[in-house]
C-alpha cells in the first residue's frame, strides 16, 4: 500500500451556518482548490492539538479542544499516497478569522459549496456538511 498520510482538518462554522472554505496557494500542490484549514498531524501529536496549531498558524485564531467536534473522514487514494483525513466543525473560536498562508478564504453556504473545485478526497465530505447544516 501506499504510504498513509494523517491529516487533520477543521470545517469552520460562522453564525449564518456559513463554512471557512481556504484556496491552496500557489506553488503547492493542487494550487487553486478549495480547501478545509488543517495540516500533516506531526508525529507525537494528537489531530486535535494539530488542528489547533495549524488553525493558529493559518487563520490566526485560537481553538480549544473541546470546540473540536468530530463530524466524519476522508478516506482517499492519491497518486503519491493515501490520504486519511479526520474532519472536525467548530463553531467558536477566539480573535479574528485572518488569511495567512492561503491565496484567500471564502464564508460559502453548505449549498454552494460545489461552486469551489475541492481537493478529490474532499467531495464526498460536502453531503456531510449540508446534512449537517440544512
Ligand atoms: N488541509 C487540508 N488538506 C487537504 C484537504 N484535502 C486534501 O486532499 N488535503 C491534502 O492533505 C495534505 C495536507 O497537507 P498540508 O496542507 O499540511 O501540506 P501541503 O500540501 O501544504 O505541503 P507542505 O506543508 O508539506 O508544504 C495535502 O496533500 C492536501 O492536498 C483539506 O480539505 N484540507
Given at each position: 500500500?501506499?504510504?498513509?498520510l494523517l491529516v487533520a482538518a477543521c470545517a469552520l462554522i460562522d453564525a449564518?451556518?456559513?463554512?471557512l472554505l481556504a484556496q491552496r496557494p500557489e506553488g503547492k500542490a493542487m494550487a487553486g482548490l478549495w480547501e478545509f484549514p488543517g495540516g500533516k498531524v506531526e508525529a507525537g501529536e494528537t489531530p486535535e492539538a494539530s488542528l489547533i496549531r495549524e488553525i493558529a498558524e493559518e487563520l490566526g485564531i485560537a481553538v480549544k479542544e473541546a470546540c473540536l467536534a468530530p463530524l466524519t473522514f476522508a478516506s482517499h487514494t492519491y497518486t503519491d499516497f493515501h490520504l486519511l483525513m479526520p474532519l472536525y466543525v467548530c463553531r467558536r473560536w477566539d480573535g479574528v478569522v485572518t488569511q495567512r498562508e492561503h491565496a484567500a478564504l471564502r464564508w460559502v453556504r453548505p449549498q454552494a459549496m460545489r461552486d469551489y473545485p475541492m481537493p478529490e478526497a474532499d467531495i464526498p465530505l460536502i453531503a456531510h456538511l449540508q446534512e449537517l447544516l440544512r
Open positions: 500500500m501506499k504510504k498513509l449564518d451556518g456559513r463554512i
